[in-house]
């Protein structure tokens, strides 16, 4: 049975940023693998972005969510705060030192890391020696 990073029983929700840079699709590729190895389950950011009710609402009922947005500018955490969810964990790739560019070719090592810091973010007993941001608030959800 494969060890859950997030949360136990898949209930974890992963949200990526995918945008038009190396650390966009680096955080779309982590939530794909996170996904097909069976420690969470990739939802839709876009749709949370375009306002569509039922995707409002299934962010609001999930016990358990990790948001990976790409760099500072933070337009996935902006998405959730524009409908009101509440940001569980968050991490934000270029706050670990990997910088912004239009390299899509995407380093095993980078998102190797970018998985560690994930699965750490989401209490995992696997641990890391990589440190990055975090930042976390209880889910009071959508009224």
Same mark, same amino acid.
């Given at each position: 049975m494969t060890e859950q990073c997030c949360a136990t029983n898949n209930q974890v929700m992963?949200?990526?940023c995918s945008g038009g840079s190396n650390v966009g699709q680096l955080s779309n590729r982590v939530a794909v693998e996170l996904t097909r190895e069976g420690r969470g389950k990739m939802f839709c950011l876009v749709g949370i972005g375009a306002g569509?009710?039922?995707?409002?609402?299934?962010?609001?009922?999930?016990?358990?969510? &990790?948001?990976?947005?790409?760099?500072?500018?933070?337009?996935?955490?902006?998405? #959730?705060?524009? +409908?009101? @969810?509440?940001?569980?964990?968050?991490? &934000?790739?270029?706050?670990?030192?990997?910088?912004?560019?239009?390299?899509?070719? #995407?380093?095993? +090592?980078? @998102?190797?890391?970018?998985?560690?810091e994930v699965c750490r973010i989401c209490g995992t007993k696997e641990k890391t020696q990589i440190q990055g941001p975090l930042?976390?608030?209880?889910?009071?959800?959508?009224?």
């Open positions: 992963i949200m990526a569509l009710s039922g995707f409002v609402r299934s962010a609001c009922d999930v016990p358990h969510m &990790v948001l990976i947005d790409g760099c500072e500018v933070g337009c996935g955490k902006k998405a #959730l705060e524009r +409908e009101g @969810i509440p940001l569980q964990d968050y991490l &934000v790739i270029t706050e670990m030192g990997l910088a912004k560019n239009k390299d899509f070719q #995407l380093k095993a +090592e980078d @998102i190797a890391r970018v998985k560690g930042k976390s608030s209880a889910n009071a959800c959508c009224g």
